[in-house]
């Protein structure tokens, strides 16, 4: 993987031998003027949508209702988009994209174009709107979502109209696909400056206009302490935006968000046990080892930030339950169901698991020794018993 730049002036050079002017636009021109490293380039052309197939036969388009296609070039992913040249000015195209700072480009021979003056918004760490703030709110409302998110990553203010465009009443998110919400929001949770973008994010009621909102009542009273740029997981981050969007509800609505399941069912859980456990959960050792240190730590980091006491002697006795467990799961024990069944054969099936807990039990509260010997002959002397 090069660097991204001269994949970038490749890929425009490959586009001119075409005969087609492409340009360097969005968050790879921004991030260099910022000094940040580029993620993904987008490229926008002069053309029909056709001719990204034509030129590029392997790209993906991702929804069939957006021209919009992926290429992977260079060990980069390029995002593609087109506009007609006779139908369209360069300028209109950037008229059109959300914030001066995205609206800039760069043509082939390096030479910067930025009619809506979006460098020197980066100068003044401004998020603005190219043009009229409120058509372009109502154009797409996902862009209300891109302003926090841009405030969360690089810790800007809202310029003044834009701000209050974002606030407006009756542009709300109810018919905006819910994976690009997921997006903008994960971005949000991801950035450096999470807690502010959030708070913003209340305070500008964009919240309530959600497409499941609750609209909460009951408004979380402590939410500033910790700070979410403290924790370590996104899971924690996704928990925590739940409950600010449906308050005690939150359980219920995190099945309905496009989130990857895996990651999803963990904030479903995380959700689960400090809605059960709103005084904090009592840790001990079975409810560390059945949790697992990790998740027992993403529970209890959500719940102080819910109850607003912070207190590290919580997480302390959590990691020295953790420390001083026998073993860490079942699979951690000297002895397995086929070490049972091979001493015992003709015990029932069930039993197998039966004495399993047992051993299980007795272990981890360190009344026996995880010992091969030791645990067999335990089976032994409870079957006798049993018998
Ligand atoms: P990232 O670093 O996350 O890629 P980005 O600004 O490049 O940030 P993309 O989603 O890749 O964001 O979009 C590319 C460009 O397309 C943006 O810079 C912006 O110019 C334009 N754009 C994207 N979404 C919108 C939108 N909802 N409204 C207007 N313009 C948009
Ligand atoms: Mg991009």
Known sequence: KGSAWSAALETLEFLEKNKVKGYVIGGAV???????????????LEGAPDIVWSLFPHAVQPSSSFPVFIVPRHGYVFEITTFHPDKESLQMNLEH????????????SGNLIDPYGGQSDINRRLI??????????????LRKLRAFRFVSEFNFSLEESTWQAVCADGIGLQDTAKERIQREIEKILEGKACSRALELLLASGVISDFPDSIKPEYILTNQKSPELEDFSTIEEKWAVFFFLLYSEQACCFVNSWPIKKRIRSRIHYIIKMCTANP??????????????????IQIETVSQWLTGVQDNKRLEHILNLA?????????????DGRDIVRQHPCLPGRWIGYLLDYLEEEVLYGRTANKRDELLSLVKEKLSHER
């Open 30 to 44: 921004r991030d260099t003027i910022l000094s940040r490293e580029i993620e993904d380039i987008d490229i926008v």
């Open 279 to 296: 005084g904090g959960v009592n840790w001990d050792t079975e409810m560390v080892y059945q949790n697992g240190w990790r998740t027992a």
């Open 323 to 335: 420390q001083s467990l026998p073993i860490v799961s079942r699979d951690d024990l000297q002895v």
């Open 97 to 108: 994209r959300d914030f001066t700072m995205n609206a800039m480009t760069v043509e082939i």
């Open 128 to 141: 603005r709107s190219v043009s009229s703030p409120l058509q372009r709110m109502k154009e797409d409302p």
